[in-house]
C-alpha cells in the first residue's frame, strides 16, 4: 500500500561530485532520446556504473525525470504499479490517482486495466519527461514482465523509458532495434577506457599509477567499474602498487572475489564487526545502526558518512545524509561473510533487534520481516495481530493478508483473534469464501481450553463471537443471501456486550443494508443515523463522517435532496472542527451532484472541484467507482454521450462492493446511454443478457433495472408499432409505482410517473400523459428537481410544452416551474430536427398547412404558449386557438407535443 512504500526508493541517486565524465555515452544518450527512441536500455553485469551514469546524463540533459529503484519485493504487480504511480507523482502532480486508489481498495482490479488507464492519464501530458526502471534484473515475476511489455509497447510520444539491468528484460528487443525505437548501452560501452580508468584510479581514488599499472589494472578487469574501484581500495597504503598489479595477473576467475575480500579485510575490526551486522538491512540510518551494532565509540552515523566519504560501497539515499544504502554486491558479501562468522542464533538476534528498532518506529511492516528473517514466528504472530485493527481503518488489509498468510499454519491455529481478523479481511477483500474459511478456524480455536490459546489482544479476544458473527452477516449481504443476514446480524447484537454501545451500532448497521434493499429506505436511514450518532459520542469522528455519506445516499434514493445537503454539510463542519477533510471527497462530490441536479452550477462546480483535490487521498475505497459515475452523469448532462460511456467503463472497472445494495447497476446505466445513442441493439443485447422481464413481480432492488427495460420497450414500439410493448410497460410501471407509493420513496416515483407519461403519449392517450407528466412535476418542484427531467431530452420538453398549456389559462402553482425547467432545455439541433425526417418519411398532407399555420406551428415547437404567441404575431388569443385546431386537424395530433413530433415527420419544421 502507499503508506507502506518506501519513499527513497523513488529520490533519483545523488550524484557525488569526484565522478569521471562518461561524455561519450552520454552523447549516445541524448542522440537516442532527440531521434524520439522510446526505450533507452543499459544492459550489462554488476558492478558496470549503469546506474551513476543514468544520474549523471539526467543532470546533463536536463529534462524532468521519475525514478524508482527495483528491488526483489517489487515483484507483485500491485506493489510495482504503486511505485510506479509514486514515481510518477513526483512530477506530475494527481497522476494515476484513480489508480492508487483502485490499488488500495478490497476489491482485485487487474493490473494491465491500471496501467491502461494510467497511460490514458500520460498521454495528456503536454512536456516530455523520463521515466528510469533502476535494478529491473531484481524482479522476477512473469507479471511484472508484462506490464513492462504493454507499457513499451504504448507509450504516450512524450514519456522516454530507460531500463537498467544486469539481463535483458522480456521485451521484443529486435522488433525495437528493427523500428529504431530501442538506445542500447552494454557492458561493451560502459566499460572505463585506459584515459577514464587513469581519470578515476589518479583523479577520483587519489592514487598515483603509472601508464603501465593502469593499464595492467584496466585489462585484468576489462574496465569493471566496480573491480577497479575494489583494486584502488585494496591498493591503498601499498608502498609496491606495481608488484600488486602483477600478482595477479593472468585470467583468475577468483581475482574479483578477493578483491571484494581485500576491501573488506583491509578495514578495523570494529568496522568490519559494523559492517557485517548491519549487512541485514536493506537501508540503514544511524539509529538503526546503532541498534545492531553496539559499537563503543564512534556514532553509527559518523561511521555511515565516513564510509560515504572513503567510496566504501555505501550510497546516500537523500540529500540530508540520513538514510544510506550498501552497493548491492558489498551487502551480498557481507552477508555472506556475516553467515560465515555468526551461528545462526546470533544472526536471529540481529533481525529481532532490527524488528524492535522498527515497531518502535512505527513501520511495522519492517519489524515483521526481520521477525520472519530471525524465525521468531511468535513475535511476528504478535505483530500482525496488534496491527491488525489499525491497518482495516486505513484500508490495507490486503498487506496484512500478504504478511499473516507467511505464518506457519501451526502458529496461526491457536490465534482465534488472528483467524478473526483473517476473517474480516477476506470480508473486506469480498473474497467470502476464504472469509468463511478463516471464520470456521476461529470457531474450531475457541473450542480449545483457554490456556491452550494465543491471545494478544484481549480486547478484540471479548467481542470475537460478535465480530465472527458480524463478519459472516457482511458476507451474506454483498452475496444478496438476505434471510443469512439478518440472522447473523441479529445474532451480532445478541452477543454484543452490553456496554459496548459501539459493537451494539455496528451490528444494527449492517440491517440497514437489508431494508434498503427492499425499498424500505424510512428503516433504513434510521439504522444508519442511529450509528453515526453513536460513533460520534464514542468518539470515532472519523467513521460518523464517513458514514455520513451513506445516510446522504439513502436520502438521495428516498428525493429528499433538501434533507441530504443538510447531511453533507453537518458531516463537513464535523470534519472541518477534527482536521479530517482528507475524508470528504464522497461529501463534497455528492453536493456537487445535488446543486447540479438543482441547476446551481457555480455552487456544483465549486464542490467537484474540491471533491477531485481530496479525492488523491481519499481512504475510502469506492471512490474512483463514485468518481467515474459522477462523471459519466455530467457528460449525460452535457450530451457527450461517448464520455459517458467511457466513464462508466472506467467506473465498472473499479466497482467494489459493500452492504449497500447496488441499485442502479453499471451495465443498465450504459444501456439508457446507448438508447439515447439510438443504438437500440446495444440495449438490447444488455436486457437479453439481464434475463429479466417486464412481467416481474415489482421490487425495490430490481427496479432501475427494469424501468431501463420499460424505456428498451418504448424504443421498440417506435420502430415495430407493437402496441403489447406500450402495454407491457404500463402494466409494469402501475406496479413499481405502486410499491414506491407504498414505500413513500419520491424519487422512484418521479421516475416511474414520467416514464408512464412516455408510455401514455406513445399510446395516444394525451390527457393521461399529461396527467401523468403533472404528478411527476408536483412532486418534483419542492425539492427543486431540474435534471431528472431535462436529460430525458427534447421529447419530454415537448411534453412538459403541453403541461404549460394546459394550465396557461388560470394561476397555477406549477408555472413558475415549468417556466424554470423549459429555460434548463438546450435548443433543439438540426439533427433532431430532421432525424425523424430522414429516419421515418412519411407521405405529404393531404391538406397542406397555410404560411400563417406554419408560422405559428414554429413558434410553437419553440415552447411559446398561446398568450405568448399572441404578443408576438399581434392577433387575439381566439384567433391563435383557432390556428391550433386546425394545425392539430390537419396534422392528425391531439396535442401539441404530437403536433411537432408529426410535423418534424413531415419534415416541415
Not at 526508493?9 to 544518450?29: F, G, H
Not at 546470533?346 to 528473517?373: K, L, T, Y
Not at 434493499?517 to 460513533?535: H, I, P, Q
Request: net charge negative; with cysteine; charged share 25%.
Amino acid at each position: 500500500m502507499p503508506s507502506l512504500l518506501i519513499k527513497t526508493k523513488t529520490n533519483i541517486p545523488v550524484l557525488k561530485r569526484d565522478l569521471v565524465p562518461r561524455k561519450r555515452i552520454n552523447e549516445a544518450l541524448s542522440k537516442g532520446l532527440h531521434a524520439g527512441r522510446k526505450l533507452t536500455l543499459i544492459s550489462a553485469p554488476a558492478g558496470f556504473g549503469k546506474t551513476t551514469l543514468v544520474c549523471e546524463w539526467l543532470e546533463i540533459c536536463k529534462i524532468p525525470a521519475a525514478w524508482i529503484s527495483l528491488d526483489e519485493n517489487d515483484g507483485d504487480a500491485a506493489r510495482f504499479l504503486t511505485y510506479l504511480v509514486t514515481a510518477l507523482q513526483t512530477l506530475i502532480s494527481g497522476v494515476g490517482d484513480s489508480v492508487l486508489a483502485a490499488l488500495q481498495s478490497s476489491q482485485p482490479v487487474a493490473a494491465k486495466d491500471l496501467l491502461i488507464t494510467l497511460l490514458n492519464e500520460l498521454s495528456s501530458i503536454e512536456d516530455g519527461f523520463i521515466l528510469v526502471l533502476d535494478d529491473f534484473h531484481a524482479i522476477d515475476s512473469k507479471a511484472v514482465d508484462d506490464l513492462l511489455a504493454f507499457l513499451v509497447d504504448h507509450i504516450p510520444p512524450q514519456m522516454h523509458l530507460v531500463i537498467t539491468t544486469r539481463e535483458d528484460p522480456a521485451l521484443p528487443l529486435a522488433r525495437l532495434r528493427a523500428r529504431n525505437q530501442l538506445t542500447e548501452v552494454r557492458a561493451a560501452e560502459l566499460r572505463f577506457t585506459e584515459d577514464e580508468a587513469a581519470a578515476f584510479l589518479n583523479q577520483v581514488m587519489g592514487l598515483q599509477l603509472s601508464t603501465e599499472d593502469i593499464a595492467a589494472l584496466e585489462a585484468r578487469t576489462e574496465g569493471w567499474v566496480a573491480g577497479l574501484q575494489l583494486a584502488a581500495l585494496s591498493m591503498q597504503g601499498k608502498t609496491d602498487a606495481t608488484d600488486f598489479i602483477r600478482s595477479f595477473s593472468g585470467a583468475n576467475q577468483f581475482v574479483l572475489d578477493y578483491l571484494l575480500e581485500e576491501a573488506l579485510q583491509k578495514q578495523s575490526e570494529s568496522l568490519q564487526r559494523f559492517l557485517l551486522r548491519t549487512s541485514i538491512l536493506d537501508r540503514l540510518n544511524g539509529s538503526l545502526c546503532d541498534a545492531l551494532w553496539l559499537g563503543e565509540k564512534n556514532s553509527a552515523q559518523e561511521i555511515l558518512e565516513q564510509l560515504e566519504r572513503a567510496n566504501l560501497f555505501v550510497i546516500s539515499l537523500d540529500d540530508e545524509r540520513r538514510w544510506y544504502r550498501y552497493h548491492h554486491l558489498f551487502r551480498d558479501l557481507l552477508r555472506q561473510r556475516l553467515n560465515q562468522k555468526l551461528d545462526k542464533e546470533e544472526v536471529a538476534g540481529i533481525h529481532i533487534r532490527a524488528s524492535e528498532w522498527f515497531e518502535q518506529n512505527g513501520d511495522i511492516g519492517e519489524a515483521f520481516r526481520h521477525a520472519m528473517a530471525a524465525e521468531d514466528f511468535e513475535r511476528a504472530a504478535r505483530l500482525t495481530e496488534s496491527a491488525w485493527l489499525g491497518m482495516d481503518e486505513t484500508f490495507q488489509t490486503g498487506t496484512w493478508l500478504g504478511w499473516v498468510n507467511q505464518l506457519p499454519l501451526s502458529v496461526r491455529r491457536v490465534r482465534p483473534v488472528l483467524l478473526t481478523q483473517m476473517g474480516w479481511s477476506y470480508m473486506d477483500a469480498g473474497n467470502a469464501e476464504a472469509s468463511e474459511s478463516s471464520l470456521k478456524d476461529a470457531e474450531t480455536c475457541l473450542k480449545n481450553p483457554l490456556e491452550d490459546l494465543v491471545i494478544v489482544e484481549a480486547e478484540q479476544f471479548r467481542a470475537l463471537p460478535t465480530r465472527i458473527a458480524m463478519a459472516r452477516a457482511y458476507n451474506a449481504q454483498v452475496q444478496n443471501r438476505f434471510a443469512d443476514t439478518v440472522k447473523f446480524a441479529e445474532m451480532a447484537q445478541d452477543m454484543a456486550p452490553p456496554d459496548d454501545v459501539f459493537l451494539q451500532a455496528q451490528a444494527s448497521a449492517i440491517l440497514s443494508g437489508i431494508y434498503w434493499a427492499s425499498g424500505e429506505l424510512d428503516k433504513a436511514y434510521t439504522f444508519m443515523s442511529g450509528w453515526v450518532n453513536v460513533a460520534q459520542q464514542a468518539g470515532n469522528v472519523i467513521f460518523a463522517v464517513a458514514a455520513s455519506f451513506s445516510k446522504a445516499d439513502n436520502l438521495i434514493a428516498q428525493g429528499r435532496l433538501h434533507a441530504a445537503i443538510q447531511v453533507y454539510q453537518i458531516a463537513l463542519d464535523l470534519a472541518a472542527a477534527h482536521g479530517i477533510e482528507n475524508i470528504t471527497a464522497h461529501h463534497h462530490l455528492g453536493l456537487g451532484l445535488l446543486y447540479h441536479e438543482m441547476g446551481e452550477d457555480e455552487r456544483a462546480a465549486s464542490h467537484l472541484q474540491k471533491s477531485f483535490e481530496l479525492g488523491r487521498q481519499t481512504p475510502i475505497v469506492d471512490w474512483t467507482y463514485r468518481k467515474n459515475l459522477a462523471q459519466a452523469y455530467l457528460k449525460e448532462s452535457e450530451g457527450d454521450h461517448d464520455a459517458a460511456l467511457e466513464a462508466l467503463n472506467e467506473a465498472q472497472r473499479f466497482y467494489v462492493r459493500t452492504p449497500i445494495p447496488n441499485l442502479r447497476p453499471v451495465d443498465a446505466m450504459m444501456a439508457r446511454i446507448y438508447l439515447q445513442q439510438d443504438r437500440l441493439d446495444k440495449a438490447q443485447a444488455w436486457a437479453a443478457k439481464s434475463g429479466m422481464s417486464l412481467l416481474e413481480t415489482p421490487d425495490y432492488l430490481h427496479e432501475f433495472e427494469r424501468l431501463t427495460l420499460a424505456k428498451i420497450a418504448l424504443a421498440e414500439y417506435q420502430h415495430d408499432q407493437n402496441e403489447q410493448h406500450i402495454l407491457d410497460v404500463l402494466k409494469l410501471l402501475e406496479g413499481q409505482l405502486k410499491l414506491a407509493q407504498e414505500q413513500n420513496r419520491l424519487r422512484s416515483q418521479i421516475e416511474i410517473l414520467v416514464l408512464q407519461a412516455f408510455a401514455l403519449q406513445a399510446k395516444g392517450e394525451a390527457a393521461q400523459a399529461i396527467s401523468s407528466l403533472e404528478k411527476a412535476l408536483s412532486l418534483a418542484e419542492p425539492e427543486g428537481y431540474l435534471r431528472i427531467f431535462v436529460n430525458e431530452g427534447e421529447f419530454l420538453r415537448l411534453l412538459i410544452l403541453d403541461v404549460r398549456s394546459a394550465v396557461e389559462k388560470s394561476p397555477y402553482f406549477l408555472f413558475g416551474y415549468l417556466e424554470k425547467l423549459l429555460a434548463e432545455f438546450p435548443q433543439p439541433t438540426e439533427f433532431q430536427l430532421q432525424k425523424s425526417k430522414f429516419e421515418n418519411p412519411k407521405p405529404e398532407l393531404i391538406d397542406p398547412l397555410s404560411d400563417r399555420e406554419l408560422e405559428v406551428l414554429r413558434l410553437i415547437a419553440q415552447g411559446l404558449s398561446n398568450q405568448e404567441i399572441t404578443q408576438k404575431l399581434f392577433v387575439a388569443l381566439s384567433t391563435i386557438k383557432g390556428h391550433n385546431l386546425r394545425i392539430f386537424a390537419k396534422l392528425q395530433a391531439k396535442s401539441r407535443t404530437e403536433a411537432v413530433a408529426r410535423a418534424r415527420e413531415l419534415g416541415l419544421l
